[in-house]
């Protein structure tokens, strides 16, 4: 039996929740991704993942901090309903800064990249907690890592649905302006996000080091010294670290690519949203049948080391190609291949290295690497600013440092698969 089942945390019940997070995730992009491309602009979106980066740190100590000093369940009580409360809070705040043009002022812009951030960093940490439940051995681990991918690409899928829908409903029927039709799903993705509360609620509430892993009385101390001791504390540390980190730092630098072509190839109003919109639903339903099957069929027809390697070498070829066609069609499918191909396949076969790698440490360190990819994210949109921003360069050189990130990505994940495979052969069983 795993930790996760002796926690009492059976695997309907994980992907339940899952569910849910991947439905409020697929409401939750469309107001995302159009109020920060209408409002703020490609040239200082990646301000927006800057800010990401530098919190990520700071929020996941605080979440080690409370998760022992409260417990797991009452912690994720506690902090599922603040960020409900705060996407609500978010609605009101913009309904009273909209003008009679709409979103206007400093106010407005500060909002809406305040909700940007936010959104991430807050599903940052209710994936970090439902992450921390997929402890046990490797067959177990792999189970529910399966359960736990399709469930949040099913509930994605489901999310973009509903999007479309309620798009058309509010402006067709109702005649509202695009940019309120598209606030008001802040209300839907805070009423959704309630539902995690009844399903993830532990059977066992005391705190973690009661009932998983007994914590040393050395690491009872600041979450930032027990997340620096992880990301940096050995030599594969450090190379799962800079994995991490190259990954991030790729997808950020394709995802401002993206803002960029699609500001200037798309005109706003409805049919912008209900291009976003048609956008989720692609890109969570490639990757949910990858998720739900394919993607276990490819590890165990490829191995483990060539399936983590040939994500990033799909893209690089992918990438290679917008050299050649920069157009707006072009950027919508290398978008749809990144976040399918990622996410169906890439991160299930990396969580599966990363169990070969970490064994039972897994479940407790895991969370913690996605500080590195939220340092990735920074770095990336660094990047991204100081060449759009200052040296102002083209969409073709923006495209060059893209191929350029896919390929230090691909090099930095060899020694990680040369690792695995002299380990052993044997991938794990779905």
Known sequence: ??????RGVPLRRLAAAAFVLGMVQGLGSVVRDCALTCHVGYRHAP???????????PFVALQIRMQKRWGQET??????????????????????????SGPVGTGSIVSYVGFFVWVDVAFMLLGAQLFSLLQGDESETDRGLTVFAASVYAGGLFGGLI??????????????????????????MALTLLLLIPIARADDPRPLKQVGTEIPSSQVG???????????GD???????????????????????????????????TGFVQLLASLSIWMNGASLVLAAGGSSRIIRHLGLAASVLAVPACLLLGSGYLLLAAA??????MRVLKDSLSG?????????????????????????????????????????????????????VMVGVVIAVHLFWLLSLIPLAQRVRRNGSVTPSS
């Open 1 to 6: 039996m795993s930790q996760a089942q002796a």
């Open 47 to 57: 301000m927006a993942f800057l800010i990401v980066a530098a919190l990520s740190l």
């Open 75 to 100: 912690w994720r009580v506690r902090s599922t309903l603040l960020i409900a409360l705060s996407l609500l809070l978010f609605r009101f705040v913009l309904s009273l800064l909209r003008g009679e």
């Open 163 to 188: 999007t479309s829908a309620a798009n058309r409903v509010l402006i067709e029927r109702w005649l509202l302006p695009m940019d309120v039709a598209r606030d008001h799903l802040m209300v839907p």
């Open 222 to 232: 600041g979450g930032f010294a027990d997340a620096l001791r992880v990301l940096t």
């Open 235 to 269: 030599a594969q540390a450090r190379s799962v670290t800079a994995a991490f980190v190259l990954a991030a730092a790729s997808g950020i630098c394709l995802e401002s690519l993206f803002y960029w072509i699609l500001t200037l190839n798309a005109s706003g109003g």
């Open 328 to 333: 707006l069609t072009v950027m919508l499918i």
């Open 344 to 396: 169906g396949l890439y991160e299930p076969a990396s969580e599966r290295l990363l169990v070969r790698l970490q064994g039972a440490r897994y479940g407790e360190q895991r969370p913690i690497f996605e500080v590195a990819s939220r340092i990735g994210t920074g770095l990336g949109a660094l990047v991204v600013l100081v060449l759009t921003l200052l040296f102002k360069v083209s969409v073709q």
